[in-house]
């Protein structure tokens, strides 16, 4: 049991993290522009095709920095030529066009890499045990990827509150038309933005690539679970979505390693007939397998009881 | 196709006019809807005309929200799915109960799941409106479609429902089996559900939707509550919706859940918008479109969704409006007669593009060869055109093309912008308006 707690814990705080990388690029995003980007997740799996794709040729390390650098760049030339051509048609059109763009960027990524999961190796330098608990080996990748996501979350923290651009950033978020009138260039802040949150999310797919599974449906698989974090934790609240991911995380994780029931709890359904078949469906779901749908569930919940968020301030 | 430009002009408010410019149209659209199986009268072609009805309703119920009420959902699919299902079950439990009901009443068993379901998720994701209410409905989205997997006995499974159509009561001895009566129950729920849309869009609440969709403020102010209008959309979306679901489990004779996926719900929002969302027959120009062009498409080339996403992509960008909205642009145009005055202008505009769409899909078309064709060598053919798309000439072709294409596309376009823009001030302008 105890065992099942830590190691559950570890991964949960593990994928709380990674989801992070990602929200908060995509909160950020959205608070400053007003777009939720749906093509955030998209980001990722070039992340980590791209670092596929450079590991098989020059290595894992060159990938880790190439990779992010790369599809940063392709979110600023989105952010230029795309988004910002939509912007005037408003902000459903914006989303529509990152809505498009996943759809794009999924079939041009089956085209080059196909539809199955491609072989991305752990760095053989990382791929050993770090330690064992109750006999458990827990792979020194994944403290890799922990130690990598928490460095980026205090980097991040960093330069969010304590440099000039943390702050310009920071004051484009509450007030972006006084942030222009005093003379900065928030377009720019808004490309740049814009490239470093695709980056970031770039380096949680590099990063998770190799641990999960690298194939073209992973954007769409990640991608919902993203929204949720977002809108949980409240939209454009970085600390919310901090909070959030962790959340979601740590809920997945425990859900996935527990195989209790409705039945387990209060006994075998009896009866027969159809309603007795359908209501059995739902007695013998499994904790395990709601946790796809948990994230959801969170949300329908989250929205029922707190609508703005667990830390939001804003109703829209 | 030939219903799409009879029943354009039913958008903009005709205001006034007698019986038949009243009606004019959708009696036209019903000759046309009773006249089509007996000129495309092939088994491909009848069964994808079903296949439009259905998308029709469904593109239709989606625009309650997205164009009339100004609500982007990601998981309208839900109620197309669930209005299948129940559809299913319900045929299925009156054939098990021998209870004397005629095959065309169940897409009503759909449209009652679609409203029920409507009315629940609604509660919900009514509360909020913009960025949120499109994420909402994404959640519900994945919430209902991965319970789909959990419920065995209400959902299938992965081998979903299936039922026999022609198993219920007999009218008239119209058993259902041949395709092309299913057509015609297609056609009539189709005629019906477009009527009951359109009459909508023009009643009061109809009204108000748009106001909610364009002044949310203003309209709370005149006393109407935004969220209960939204609401209402929601559960009349979710109705319809529910009526093409009951539709295309009876067309197809199974349900599975890919019928409320992601997918399914992001094609409709494709279908939507590319016809054009501001306009009534907006939907059914897309529905017919990208329904055709997945059927056609899908059989000549392999990565057609990819030239869906660069479609969609391509009118976000350039014409928000939709198709629809394009061709609303040269109604004044051709009502005072001036439209030969554009029309050259078009061609010139059209012929550079098609130059670069062949130079783009020529790209497309070789990447695909050389990925994932990969085993069957480099030996391609397009056009009736056969080369080999390792060599450097093909690629050098398709550069030329594209780069001249769209150089030409940019310059003629403005040209053509700029003729659509005097021909519009020529009727504008007081002199020629006398």
Redesign the interface.
Known sequence: MLEIVLISSLNGVLFGMLLFLMASGLTVIFSMMGVLNFAHASFYMLGAFFGFEISRHVGFWPGLVVAPVLVGMIGMLVERYGLRTVHKHGHVAELLFTFGLTFIIQELVQMIWGKLAVDYRVPPILDFPAFTIFSTEYPAYKIFELLTAIAIFLALLLVIKRTRIGLVVQASLSHPEMVGMLGHNVDRVFMLVFGVGAGLAAVAGVIAGPALVTQSNMAHSLGPILFVVVVVGGLGSLGGAFIASLLIGLLQTFAVASNASLADAFGELTGTGPLAAYLGDIWNVTVAQLSAVMPYLLLVLILIFRPRGLMGTRET | MSDMTHTRPAGPPSGGGGFVATYGVWILAAIVLALLPQVFSSGLLISTMCLMGIMIIFALSYNML?GQT?L?S?GHAVFFGLGGYLTAHAMNAARAAHAPLPLEVFPLAGGATGLVFGLIFGA??T??????F???T???G??VS??AL?????FGGEEGISLDRTRALHLFGVTFGPQEQVYYLIAGWGFISAAAMYAITRTPFGRICNAVRDNPDRASFIGYDTTTVRFIAFAMAGLFAGIAGGLVALNFEIVTSSAMG?AQS?TV??MT?IGGVGNFAGPIIGAILVTYLQVMLSDITG?W??Y???L??GM??FA?TGIAGLLAMQAPLVRAGQFHRVLPWYVLALAPGLVALAGLSLVIEM??QL??NAPEGPQMSLAGIAFNATSPVPWLVAGVLMIAGFWGFRIAGRRALDAYGSALEAIRSPRSAQ
């Open positions: 997205l100004g982007l990601f919900v994701a509360r909020r409106s913009g960025t949120a499109a994420m909402i994404l959640g519900i994945e919430l991965s319970s959990l419920l065995h006995h209400v992601a992001g929002v494709l918008f990565a969704q990819l869906f996403g660069l969609f992509i976000v960008m928000p990447c695909f990925t994932v």
